[in-house]
Nanobody, 117 residues
């Protein structure tokens, strides 16, 4: 069964950094564009960052451009999201999935990121 397991979230002060990881199982991420999303309770899930197959091209939401970096390690079947200069408005549950606007697999449990002093 396909699984997406996100980790690396936590409580961080404004201006801090976190690195999220997403380990995929039962499918090869090398075959897909991979994306990170985030969701605040009561709001729609938001696309944050995308990395295309091969890792040569990335795209970011305007709100995180210049602060977040998405990378992929196809050999480890893992996608990462490095987050710097975190702001309180980055507080959300973060998820990864294969795809961009449309996603391929069931969502994982996500990882909570809380930015607060």
């Amino acid at each position: 069964q396909v699984q997406l397991v996100e980790s690396g979230g936590g409580l961080v002060q404004p201006g801090g950094s976190l690195r999220l990881s997403c380990i995929a199982s039962e499918f090869r991420i090398s075959l897909f564009p991979m994306s990170w999303f985030r969701q605040v309770s009561g709001k729609q899930r938001e696309l944050v960052a995308t990395i295309l197959r091969g890792g040569g091209s990335t795209d970011y939401a305007d709100s995180v451009e210049g602060r977040f970096t998405i990378t992929r390690d196809d050999a480890r079947n893992t996608v990462y999201l490095q987050m710097h200069s975190l702001k309180p408005e980055d507080t959300a549950v973060y998820y990864c999935n294969a795809g961009i606007r449309s996603t391929f697999f069931q969502w994982g449990q996500g990882t909570q990121v809380t930015v607060s002093s």
